[in-house]
C-alpha cells in the first residue's frame, strides 16, 4: 500500500490478557517507530527500529512491552497482562534513509490501533 | 515540568481569522522544530519544519522559533472550517533522519467556524 498500515484498527481486551499489533510501513522506509497516544496528549516515543535492530527501545514503560521487527520491514508490538492504563492509541510511523524527506526527519504515521483494556 | 508546553485548547475561530499556536520548551539542545497535524482519528502529518530560530513561510501557514526564548509558533492566515484539527509541536535535537525521537507537545485543538 501507500501508506502505513496497522492492524488492528481497534482491540478491545480483558485486563491479563495479551495483544499483538502490527505494523506495515511504508515500502523501502528502513526506520520504524512506536508511538503511543493516550486520550488528550501528544504522541509519546516507544522505540525504534534501524533495519532489524531497535536502536531505541528507551520509550517502552516496562518490561510488559516487547516489539520486534525480524525482516527488517513489518514489526509487532507485544504486550503482555495488560493493564486499563496500557488503554490508549499505539502510532506506528516509518521514514526513510535518505532524500529531502530524511533531511526533514518527517515521520509518516498510520493511523494507529486503538487499545481498550477492560 | 514536561520537556514541552502546548496549551490544549480547545480554540474555536470563525473563519478566516488569524490562529496563532503556540509551545515553549525547556530542552536548549533542540535544534529541529515541526508542526505536524491530526484530523480525528488520523495519524500526524507533517504541516512545517524549521531549524534554529526564524520564521518560515509556506501558503497559509507561518512557523516562528525563537530559540533565546526557547518558544515556537504556528501562524494560520484565513482560516478555513478544513484546517479544523489538533495542531502538535514537535522537536529533536538530531538532525532529520538521524532523529531517533521527535518530542511531542500535547496539541491544540483547533475548530474553525463556517
Known amino acids: 500500500g501507500a501508506g502505513v498500515s496497522q492492524t488492528p484498527s481497534n482491540k478491545v481486551t480483558e485486563k491479563g490478557k495479551y495483544v499483538e499489533l502490527r505494523c506495515d510501513p511504508i515500502s523501502g522506509h528502513t526506520a520504524l517507530y512506536w508511538y503511543r497516544q493516550s486520550l488528550g496528549q501528544g504522541p509519546e516515543f516507544l522505540i525504534y527500529?534501524?533495519?532489524?535492530?531497535?536502536?531505541?527501545d528507551s520509550g517502552l514503560p516496562n518490561d510488559r512491552f516487547f516489539a520486534v521487527r525480524p525482516e527488517g520491514s513489518v514489526s509487532t508490538l507485544k504486550i503482555q497482562r495488560t493493564e486499563r492504563g496500557d488503554s490508549a492509541v499505539y502510532l506506528c510511523?516509518?521514514?526513510?534513509?535518505?532524500?529531502?524527506?530524511f533531511g526533514t526527519g518527517e515521520l509518516f504515521f498510520g493511523e494507529g490501533s486503538r487499545l481498550t483494556v477492560l | 515540568q514536561k520537556e514541552v508546553e502546548q496549551d490544549p485548547g480547545p480554540l474555536s475561530v470563525p473563519e478566516g481569522a488569524i490562529v496563532s499556536l503556540n509551545c515553549t520548551y525547556s530542552n536548549s539542545a533542540f535544534q529541529y522544530f515541526m508542526w505536524y497535524r491530526q484530523y480525528s482519528r488520523k495519524g500526524p502529518e507533517l504541516l512545517m519544519y524549521?531549524?534554529?530560530?526564524g520564521n518560515k513561510e509556506d501558503g497559509r501557514f507561518t512557523a516562528q522559533v525563537d530559540k533565546s526564548s526557547k518558544y515556537i509558533s504556528l501562524f494560520i492566515r484565513d482560516s478555513q472550517p478544513s484546517d479544523s484539527a489538533t495542531y502538535l509541536c514537535a522537536m529533536s535535537d538530531k538532525y532529520g533522519g538521524a532523529t531517533n525521537k521527535l518530542i511531542f507537545g500535547t496539541g491544540t485543538l483547533l475548530a474553525v467556524q463556517p
Open positions: 527500529f534501524q533495519g532489524t535492530g531497535a536502536a531505541d
Open positions: 510511523a516509518s521514514s526513510p534513509a535518505r532524500g529531502r524527506q
Open positions: 524549521t531549524y534554529s530560530s
